[in-house]
């Protein structure tokens, strides 16, 4: 099976390192083992060491996984852009003012 490669911008890599870093300050600070966590996840050993460096190629599912598996941390992916204030503001410019009626014949 070939190696797939991800174009990532810097930032977007720097905090998917930042993420993975924290997921495995987490499984530390519980004091669990890569075999427990993998196995929990449904993973290997490989796949979460992918998911604590923050390898790009690995699916956002996976990280799901994990996260789980270290005790409903998963809940946090509720959060991804649920202020997206960038969007509203253009969704907001999108809508059109309500514009005047034509008038009718008058009588």
Known sequence: MSKRTVVVMPETQRI????GEQIKLARLRRNLATELVAERAGISRATLWAVEKGTPTVSIGTYAAVL?????MDQDFALVA???ELGRKLQDLQIKTRGRATRGKQR
């Open 16 to 19: 998917l390192s930042i993420m």
């Open 68 to 72: 789980h598996a270290l005790g409903g």
């Open 82 to 84: 649920k202020d997206d």
